[in-house]
């Protein structure tokens, strides 16, 4: 069923992919940039948010009419910088739907990864109250029926004793205190909160990409500014707690629920939120799956040069003090519980050469369950009996491409992820005649689903990082076909069919 789903998922991944793509490279397609481009959002809210809060009076009275100000009387400045508050959080709300499914559909959010996800959903809890709070500051008719729709929700909850609701039986009632109190909220509590939030959701990961391309955040930045320019964001009425406003613009970002308080209950709104919640918090384990082993090192091979550390996307390798008695000076050691057995480590290791000829093939750090003796086995198996020109695919896709590259008479060696492959591996397989060419099929970066594999393989075969593919390869033997996991079969067949031309060539 949570199969189905994916497929489903990726497929219209796919549909939303093949537009951007056309329009855009890899490299600053949105869609790979869509954990990045909600921090972008982010900060545009708190900068236009703090140009708000200088002119904003938060007191009952005056908060309707310094918002007014702004928008009206001071428009080329406050009133853009109001349109883009509104605009930027509008968009934070798409990203992060767009990134919450993206994560669920390509599967980045079991095992070792639940707790990104898991950290995720308070978040997303936090910007819901926080657009809450923000349309509630303008004290306006729209103001007016999220207050009272929000007091009927908190006074279901059976552990207040006092009713909030109360607070908005008249204008005299309603409390500055109390306004000075969402103020507080708003303005300083949650966005604390959001901002250690953030800083917990990706402490896991090893370099997360919180910046987007520059051209792409100028670019949204740009038609923000436009948006705001032409349609700028404006208040309703001010509120008057003696009237129930006739007809309210209701913001379908973040409000969207609020009907269903009066067409349900407030009970039953709890439930649909708290049930959603709890059902994403525990997907990670449902249903449990099987755990893939972890890496292994292997002190008798591994000479503490820290480059399995650089190069592991989950920070899963540290190096610690020697235990072995030998001269070095440290080891690498794993922490299972942050592996996701992705074999980055091993494309990176020194010693995971396949020209070893005395003994067994055992690197430093090594996959129990994929390791680089069998990758090795595998290569040499490929090469027996095949016609020339013959190439080898190093896949870590496991899709139809794969079986139509295979009736083509190509041989398919699979990697868990293209960042596992050493790029002695690469030297081997051409220099021992196992192959005329060889093919890297793999996820193009910003959708890699062990998030480096792409860039360490590049600048691995680039000669920009260790380990450095040796200067005899003859890289003209060597093709690279990134592609989103989603793109249509063609792209790879197109690439396989030209490079094997230029082979024969
Ligand atoms: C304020 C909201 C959010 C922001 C700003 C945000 C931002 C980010 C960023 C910058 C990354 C690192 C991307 C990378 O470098 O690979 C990331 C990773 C991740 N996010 Fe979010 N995120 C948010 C909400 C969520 C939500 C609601 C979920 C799902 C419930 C989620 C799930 C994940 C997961 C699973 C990863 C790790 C992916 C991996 O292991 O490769 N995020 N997020």
């Known amino acids: 069923m949570i199969a189905r789903v994916q497929r489903v998922g990726r497929a219209l991944f796919g549909a939303l992919r093949r537009p951007m793509a056309r329009a855009f490279e890899s490299a600053e397609n949105p869609l790979n940039h869509i954990g990045a481009m909600t921090v972008f959002f982010l900060w545009i809210v708190l900068i236009s948010g703090i140009w708000l809060l200088i002119f904003f009076r938060t007191s009952v009275s005056g908060a309707f009419e310094s918002v007014e100000y702004l928008t009206r009387e001071q428009w080329y400045l406050g009133g853009i910088m109001r349109s883009l508050h509104r605009y930027a959080s509008d968009g934070a709300i798409v990203t992060i739907f767009l990134h919450l499914v993206k994560e669920f559909v390509f599967n980045r959010y079991r095992g070792n990864r639940w707790f990104s996800w898991v950290t995720g959903v308070p978040l997303v809890w936090i910007i819901f109250v926080l657009g809450i709070t923000g349309y509630w500051l303008v004290w306006d008719e729209l103001a007016q029926y999220v207050a009272i729709s929000s007091a009927e929700l908190i006074d279901s909850i059976p552990i207040f004793t006092d009713s909030m609701a109360g607070n908005f039986l008249s204008d005299d ?263 005329d060419g060889v093919l890297l099929l793999g996820c193009q970066d910003g959708n890699c689903s062990y998030r480096f594999g792409a860039q360490w393989t590049e600048q691995r075969l680039a000669r920009q990082r260790d380990p450095m593919v040796r200067r005899r390869v003859d890289l003209s033997r060597v093709a690279m076909g990134w592609q989103a996991p989603w793109s249509e079969n063609a792209t790879a067949v197109k690439k396989y069919a030209a490079f094997l031309e230029a082979l024969k060539q």
């Open 173 to 435: 009632l309603l409390s500055n205190r109390f306004f000075t109190l969402m103020a507080f909220l708003h303005l300083i509590g949650l966005p604390i909160f959001l901002v250690f939030g953030i800083w917990l959701h990706i402490f896991r990961l090893t370099g997360p990409r919180i910046n987007p391309p520059r051209r792409m955040m100028a670019a949204t930045l740009l038609a923000m500014l436009i948006l705001s320019a032409v349609y700028p964001a404006i208040s309703h009425e001010q509120a008057n707690l003696a009237m129930a406003p006739e007809t309210l613009r209701l913001d379908g970002f973040y409000l969207h629920v609020y009907p269903l308080i009066q067409i349900w209950s407030p009970g039953w709104v709890w439930v649909l939120l708290v049930g959603v919640s709890s059902v994403i918090i525990v997907a990670p384990w449902a249903p449990r799956q099987k755990k893939e082993q972890a890496a292994l090192v292997t002190l008798d091979y591994c000479n503490g040069c820290e480059r399995c550390v650089d190069d592991c996307p989950f920070g899963a390798v540290e190096m610690v003090a020697r235990t072995d008695g030998t001269s070095y000076s440290h080891q690498a050691s794993v922490d299972p519980d942050l592996c996701i057995s992705c074999g980055i480590c091993v494309g990176s290791c020194p010693t995971a050469t396949p020209f070893r000829s005395q003994g067994a093939l055992i690197p430093g750090i090594d996959l129990p369950d994929r390791s680089a003796a069998t990758l090795r086995d595998e290569i040499v198996a490929a090469g027996v009996g095949k016609p020339s020109p013959h190439i080898i695919v190093f896949a870590c896709r496991d899709d139809n491409q794969l079986k139509e590259i295979e009736k083509a008479g190509l041989s398919v060696v699979k990697v868990v992820c293209m960042g596992q492959l050493p790029p002695s591996y690469v030297d081997f397989t051409l220099s021992r005649g196992h192959a």
